[in-house]
Nanobody, 124 residues
Framework: QVQLVESGGGLVQAGGSLRLSCAASGRTFSSNAMGWFRQAPGKEREFVAAINWSGDITYYAASVKGRFTISRDNAKNMEYLQMNSLKPEDTAVYYC?????????????????WGQGTQVTVSS
């Protein structure tokens, strides 16, 4: 059974940092793109960042570019999201996602597996 489990969420003040981790189990995703999405209360789930299978191509939403960094460790079957200079508008549940594609996509339909989410709250 494939599982994606996020960790690292929490409460942080504006301007602070958090590092989210996503541990995959049940199969290896070393040949697959992975991504991060987020969903704020009352809003649609939105794209945050994606990374291709080898880790050398990344994509970011305009709202997080320059502040967030996506990375992966294929040997550990892990994905990460380093979030710096956090803003109150970054408050959301953050979801890890894995695709059957090798290249990342910005659309939810491009991902086949999802984690249960981790809450990130940024106070002003």
């Amino acid at each position: 059974q494939v599982q994606l489990v996020e960790s690292g969420g929490g409460l942080v003040q504006a301007g602070g940092s958090l590092r989210l981790s996503c541990a995959a189990s049940g199969r290896t995703f070393s040949s697959n793109a992975m991504g991060w999405f987020r969903q704020a209360p009352g809003k649609e789930r939105e794209f945050v960042a994606a990374i291709n299978w080898s880790g050398d191509i990344t994509y970011y939403a305009a709202s997080v570019k320059g502040r967030f960094t996506i990375s992966r460790d294929n040997a550990k079957n892990m994905e990460y999201l380093q979030m710096n200079s956090l803003k109150p508008e970054d408050t959301a549940v953050y979801y890890c996602a894995a695709s059957e594609l090798r290249v990342g996509t910005r659309t939810k339909s491009g991902y086949n597996y999802w984690g249960q989410g981790t809450q990130v709250t940024v106070s002003s």
